[in-house]
């Protein structure tokens, strides 16, 4: 008998030993592989059915969400199809689990713009009792969301095409009439007929972003759809078609004011400075030129002086800008852009007086147009919420008008900001300076004959801005701080609590209405007294301003990325000698309600 040889016995023996090794690895895979068949094949079953592979976290409707996306049989399954490659699946072989990565594409099926998207999905995988799998873990997020937003795109491309052909008449109208203007620049409904904005002069959409900067070298006019004048091409400025009173346009020029009608007429001449809308017996408006008033009839005849006593009060207490005024698209004739790269931004021109005052902008621009896609319209709608008018002392006076904005922000996003507009006269009732709060309430304090505190308060509602954040609480009151001994001047501070720096504290900075989370009951609360970690957080703000250097790292570093924070002094001594009076004062004051950092600290 031959023998055989050792080297020969080992190689077979070497080869027989890897070829099971290579088995048992491979046989694991090869059974996950044959479950990912059998799953994809499941697919096309019934839920119930499909759900059976899963014993998983998540509600049977979070999964099936995903799920119905690799059906294709989503509700947008005819704007996008998803193709997962289950035969290329990775396998991962994890210590108790086994992790499964499958890839795949959206795909558009808009065949004017195809698109394509890789995406995937990943389950986890562990053995049940029948020698098979339970599908243990399930994420599909990024699949779910990247198919969504590929959906949204095609959606919105698709309706923006739609609108863009369904405004073609408004370009064809607009080429029409540069044949005898130099620009056509916006266009609006207003009972059911079109009207166009034009322009004689170079013209750039400077109501938007950045180019907000007025040209008075342009003349703007107004034309019907059939090209008929409604305003002659020689103002600076025309309103918006019925902002005051139905098919009036009112018109600027110079910084003077007139009123023309929708049918053409003029019907108050460019020569004030001021027209207001009053209806008392026969008046319609009252005018101004100069200081000297007048009033317009319902005929639209003039009349010097006042229509009546009433009248005279309602214009020098400025009740006129005490009335509620709405601007969004139900109630305003909104114009819209003529250009592209414009469209679906919404134009307002109110009223003079409302500009004059300071309430609103010359334009209101960024409005929303219905449902338009063809811009970034955000602002939903602007009020005028009231207004009140108070002394604060013999020789200043402050005209107090609230708004309210409400804006979108995202797709489905939507928050309100209510502020107060705020126009300073003397005595005389001259304007001397305008200042607009942050708060949708305000209160004034006189400190001194020369320094005015402005107190802005906030709402609790949570759709609408909040005040400080420094604290536990949601709603601290911002203060600021005005010199009125010359004029009226904002003074500037890099303090969050402000009041620190101009006034000597009492309790009353420390009382309120105040809202925060009460982390025992889970609960919204309210409480009449800042907490102790806010007054310590004034304290420690007194502190850094004059420089201290905190011995507690964890305070130190709440100050460090402040560009105004300076550290310099590490004993306390050494710091309070270098402290204003009033700093001193608020020091001690503060100190006694939640204690002292009076410890020795390394320079």
Not at 81 to 101: G, H, K, W, Y
Not at 138 to 154: G, I, N, R, S
Not at 460 to 487: H, K, R
Not at 501 to 512: Q, T
Request: net charge negative; charged share 25%; hydrophobic share 40%.
């Amino acid at each position: 008998m031959k023998k055989v040889a050792p080297t020969f016995l080992l190689l077979i023996a070497f080869l027989a030993f890897n070829s099971c090794s290579i088995i048992k690895k491979n046989d694991p895979e090869k059974k996950v592989r044959t479950y990912l068949k059998e799953f994809e094949d499941d697919l096309q079953d019934s839920d119930l059915v499909i759900l059976g592979h899963f014993q998983v976290d998540k509600s049977k409707e979070v999964v099936m969400k995903a799920l119905r996306i690799i059906q294709n049989i989503d509700i947008n399954k005819d704007s996008v199809r998803c193709a997962m490659d289950f035969n290329s699946a990775l396998v991962f072989f994890d210590e108790n689990t086994i992790r499964v990565e499958v890839s795949g594409k959206h795909i558009s099926l808009d065949t004017s713009n195809p698109l394509e998207q890789d995406t995937k999905f990943t389950m986890w995988l562990a053995s049940n009792n029948t020698n098979g799998f339970k599908i243990i873990k399930f994420d599909a997020e990024d699949l779910y969301q990247e198919y969504h937003q590929m959906v949204w795109y095609v959606k919105e491309k698709v309706a923006r095409e739609k609108e863009i052909a369904s405004k073609q008449i408004y370009f064809a109208q607009s080429r029409k009439l540069r044949e005898t203007y130099d620009s056509v620049i916006w266009f609006t409904h207003y009972q059911d007929s079109i009207y166009y904005y034009v322009v004689n002069g170079k013209w750039e959409n400077y109501f938007i972003g950045e180019k907000a900067t007025k040209l008075d070298s342009v003349r703007m006019g107004l034309v019907s759809e059939t090209g008929r004048v409604i305003v002659p091409p020689n103002y600076n400025l025309v309103g918006t078609i019925g902002f005051e009173l139905p098919d009036i346009v009112e018109v600027r020029r110079n910084n003077l004011i007139g009123l023309f009608s929708i049918e053409g007429k003029e019907l108050v001449p460019a020569n004030y400075n001021l027209i207001v809308p009053y209806n008392e017996g026969d008046a319609a408006w009252i005018v101004k030129h100069d200081s000297t008033y007048g009033w317009f009839s319902k005929e639209y005849t003039y009349h010097e002086g006042f229509p009546s006593s009433q009248a005279e009060k309602y214009m020098n207490e400025f009740r006129y800008l005490g009335k509620e005024v709405t601007i969004d698209a139900k109630s305003k004739a909104i114009a819209e852009i003529l250009s592209l790269d414009h469209m679906g931004f919404g134009i307002v021109v109110p009223s003079n007086y409302l500009v004059s005052s300071g309430a609103l902008n010359e334009i209101v621009s960024d409005m929303i147009i219905g449902n338009s896609l063809l811009g970034t319209g955000y602002v939903e709608y602007v009020k005028t919420t009231g207004a009140f008018l108070e002394q604060l002392s013999d020789k200043l006076v402050a005209f107090v008008l609230s708004l309210k904005h409400g804006y979108v922000s995202g797709r489905e996003g939507f928050y309100e900001r209510s502020t107060n507009d705020v126009t300073f006269m003397d005595k005389n009732k001259v304007k001397i300076s305008r200042y607009q709060s942050i708060s949708s309430k305000i209160e004034f304090k006189a400190i001194n004959n020369s320094l005015l505190e402005v107190k802005n308060l906030f709402a609790t509602n949570s759709n609408e801005d909040q005040g400080f954040a420094g604290g536990i609480e949601w709603n601290i009151p911002v203060y600021e701080y005005l010199n009125v001994a010359e004029g009226v001047v904002k003074l500037s501070s890099f303090r969050d609590f402000q009041f620190t720096e101009f006034v000597k504290m009492d309790s009353s900075y420390l009382e309120g209405d105040f809202v925060c989370w009460d982390s025992k009951s889970n609960k919204q609360m309210n409480t009449q007294f800042l907490s102790n970690e806010t007054i310590e957080a004034i304290r420690n703000e007194v502190l850094a301003a004059n420089g201290y250097i905190f011995a507690d790292q964890e305070i130190s570093k709440q100050f460090e990325y402040r560009k105004w924070y300076k550290p310099k002094y590490g004993r306390y001594k050494d710091v309070i000698a270098v402290m204003s009076e009033i700093d001193q004062h608020n020091l001690i004051f503060l100190e006694n309600i939640v204690g002292t950092l009076d410890t020795e600290s390394v320079l």
